[in-house]
């Protein structure tokens, strides 16, 4: 080797020593060490130190984000869905190895999103299911929430997790003043629901109720899936669907239900009577909020992969601004939609 190279070798291995003493790659220093430390270590004078430092960044050093898995899926995702309306992705850190698990953290995630958001006299609208539930079991945990205007977007489903018991549960943990409205609109008779609906719209309280849940400021929805064994029992256990009628409704166009309502794989309505069983907000509500993002805000939370077409299908339909899921459910929406 010429007695250039060997000057030209020994130079970058200074710079690249110089680098790894200052930016901690030295094990025991974990970048410790000021500019003035290591010009002293080296028996050189802090000036060449930072020509060195700078030399190095443009030339040998290589960034690296090690980023939880959720957290790294969270931008692509987003970038892909914009063009359906989804102005933000969320991706539960952690929804462990069960359904429960998995639910659980998109729950929290979900009431983490609202927090952040929540101010007082803000209308808020909550759809019914079990993911919800779980984030207002969550935001019960917390601080007290601001005062607010709270009002169901649907009325029925099974009690436990119907959006007026929701309603009722998260104006327990709000300020005082927070106003609670509720649907209390039993089933509709099947074959029956355009007459019972007009039925009911008739009464005042019916009414506003019902034309207010349209313009809350935030809504927080779920989504069901039709197909699967896990359609099957949503179908039944939220809609009351006789276990006939959902295997029909599985081998049927639609893909997935919201705020009791189904929609087809490109998110258009699909009615049915199983979809007219209840009162509920329509979904051109949901479709005209997201289209008012920032200003109002539709998150949509869901877990699981069994989900993912369900989940795509709202996507599609522009049904909401805001999507917070599970890890696992965000990686099969990557396959639905693929760069």
Not at 36 to 48: E, I, L
Not at 198 to 212: G, I, Y
Not at 223 to 237: D, I, L, N
Not at 308 to 314: G, L
Request: with cysteine.
């Amino acid at each position: 080797m010429s007695k250039p190279a060997i000057r030209e070798l020994d130079r970058l291995r200074r710079i690249v020593r110089c680098a790894q003493l200052y930016y901690g790659l030295v094990p025991g220093l974990d970048g410790e060490l000021r500019q003035s430390d290591v010009a002293r270590r080296m028996g050189v004078p802090r000036s060449q130190v930072v020509l060195w430092l700078q030399e190095a960044r443009e030339r040998f050093l290589e960034i690296r984000l090690r980023a939880p898995r959720a957290v790294e899926l969270e931008l692509p995702l987003e970038e892909r869905l914009r063009p359906f309306g989804i102005r933000e992705v969320r991706i539960a850190v952690d929804g462990g190895l069960t359904e429960e698990g998995a639910i659980d953290a998109a729950g929290a995630e979900a009431a983490r999103c609202l927090r952040e958001i929540l101010v007082p006299g803000m209308r808020l609208g909550l759809a019914g299911g079990r993911t919800v539930r779980s984030a207002v079991r969550e935001l019960l945990r917390g601080p007290v929430l601001p005062c607010l205007e709270l009002f169901p977007l649907a009325a029925g489903g099974s009690l436990p997790v119907s959006a007026n018991a929701l309603v009722a549960m998260l104006a327990g943990a709000a300020a005082e003043g927070t106003a609670a409205a509720g649907l209390w609109v039993p089933p509709l008779k099947s074959g029956q629901g355009r007459r019972d609906l007009k039925e009911f719209l008739s009464r005042p309280e019916v009414r506003e109720v019902f034309r207010a849940a349209q313009d809350v400021d935030a809504a927080l929805i779920g989504v069901g899936a039709v197909e699967g064994e896990a359609g099957t029992r949503a179908m039944m256990e939220y809609l009351g669907a006789p276990v006939e009628a959902a295997r029909r409704m599985e081998a049927g166009p639609a893909r997935g239900f919201v705020l009791q309502q189904f929609i087809d794989g490109q998110g258009a309505d699909h009615p049915c009577a199983l979809g007219e069983r209840n009162l509920a907000v329509p979904l051109d509500a949901m479709r005209r909020m997201t289209e008012a993002h920032p200003r109002r805000r539709v998150i949509l939370v869901a877990s699981s992969p069994s989900k993912a077409r369900a989940a795509a299908a709202a996507v599609r339909g522009r049904l909401a601004s805001v999507l917070v899921i599970d890890t696992s459910l965000a990686e099969a929406l990557l396959e639905e939609f693929p760069a």
